[in-house]
């Protein structure tokens, strides 16, 4: 089954002109640029042109939109809820923190109805008032229940092909990313399957060794979700996966940079041997996005979410509380990452994975009008999809 690009049919305003803004890789001094937008496309960077419809970015940052390969809810929803209403807070939230663009991160539940991924599929491409839903993100089932994290039995069974037949048919073509673990019996003929149809096969939630990890990016896995957690640590006796990642140069790898998830040191380590073009930084983010500290329940059970991190009672990590913009800023100070390079790692190399890159993670003439207006300490001022203003701070 090949991957069908689906277009994004938003509601989308005739024209918009930003003025007086900076580019995103250009010298600090180098203020006045615009970017013209016509249809929800961009169709001239740098000089002037006219418009009635202007923006004034007062000499703030312009860079592509941010997108998020795994975030399960925000806003106060969770994409487990099943609705529309759900959908829409998760896309404002998200635009509140620069991201444009979204994989729905979820669940399948074995012998369930899975209706939240019906709808979730239905929705990719439709207006939600935010960031655009680019795709489904599936974490299992098949994976390991040694490394279950935060995933219920229940939504964990050993691969098969009438399992697998049951994902497809759920999510209707609108799969784009597929978490998986190499080691269980029958995953790598479902590997190659995800691998031939365009969807992301990604490492994580596994007891793989060394060995089985290799044997995974052989069959077709190209990613890593949330990397070093939910898989096996490194020994010098016993390498694990983490040292096949490392060395395996085409594999690309989410990182949570919220400091908890990963130690700042081991973060910079992991970001200096991937490198710039390796590394995607994720929000891994909950319903408590944009919320504050609070308990809330996720797939039935109830954590807490403090200083931007949700745990389970019994201090099972299970995410962030925080927005994409603000854990950029976070990986930036753990990794002495360059700002113009920190924003490529969540705009140019998510698009790039997802086999977008041709029209979003840049800001070029051709490219989709997804765009973030930020101010120098990278937090947010306006947010704009397919040429649309879905957000704007105050000042």
């Known amino acids: 089954m090949p991957l069908v690009h689906y277009p994004y049919p938003l509601k989308m305003t005739q024209r918009l002109l930003i003025t007086n803004c900076r580019l995103f890789d250009a010298p600090a001094e180098q203020v006045g640029a615009c970017v013209l937008i016509e249809d929800g496309v961009i169709v001239q960077v740098g000089s002037a042109g006219t418009c009635e ?195 395996t140069e085409h594999i690309t790898a989410q990182l949570i940079p919220d400091g908890v998830h990963i130690h700042p040191a081991v973060l910079r380590l992991a970001f200096e041997t991937l490198g710039p073009e390796r590394s995607i930084p994720i929000t891994d983010g909950m319903q408590a996005i944009g919320l504050g500290d609070g308990k809330f329940i996720y797939n039935g059970i109830e954590y807490e979410s403090k200083d931007g991190t949700a745990r389970y009672k019994d201090g099972t990590l299970i995410g962030t509380a925080l927005g994409l913009s603000r854990l950029l800023r976070r990986f930036i100070a753990f990794t002495g990452c360059p700002a113009d390079v920190a924003i490529k790692t969540v705009t140019q190399n998510p698009a790039r994975l997802l086999g977008i890159g041709d029209r979003k993670g840049a800001v070029a003439a051709g490219m989709d009008a997804d765009l973030v207006l930020l101010d120098d300490d990278l937090s947010v001022h306006a947010t704009i999809v397919a040429g649309n203003i879905v957000f704007q701070g105050i000042g």
């Open 53 to 247: 419809n202007t923006l004034d970015a007062q000499g703030r940052i312009v860079a592509p939109g941010f997108i998020d390969v795994h975030i399960q809810g925000a806003g106060g929803a969770d994409v487990l809820d099943g609705t529309v209403e759900a959908l829409g807070a998760i896309s404002r939230t998200c635009a509140r923190f620069g991201t444009t663009g979204f994989l729905a991160t979820t669940v399948f539940n074995p012998g369930a109805e899975n209706g939240h991924l019906a709808l979730a599929a239905e929705h990719v491409g439709r207006d939600l008032g935010g960031a655009n839903l680019l795709g489904i993100h599936l974490e299992g089932p098949f994976i390991s229940l040694q490394k279950r994290g935060m995933i219920q039995p229940g939504s964990i069974c050993p691969p098969s092909p009438k399992v697998f037949e049951e994902i497809l048919e759920a999510t209707n073509g609108r799969l784009s990313m597929m978490t998986i673990a190499p080691e269980l019996p029958e995953s790598l003929p479902i590997i190659r399957s995800l691998a031939y149809s365009g969807v992301v096969a990604s490492f994580a939630h596994s007891a793989a060794t060394y060995e089985q990890t290799l044997a995974g990016f052989d069959a077709g896995i190209s990613h890593v979700t949330h990397m070093f957690n939910a898989m096996m640590p490194c020994h010098h006796r016993s390498p694990g996966p983490l040292v096949a990642i490392f060395q």
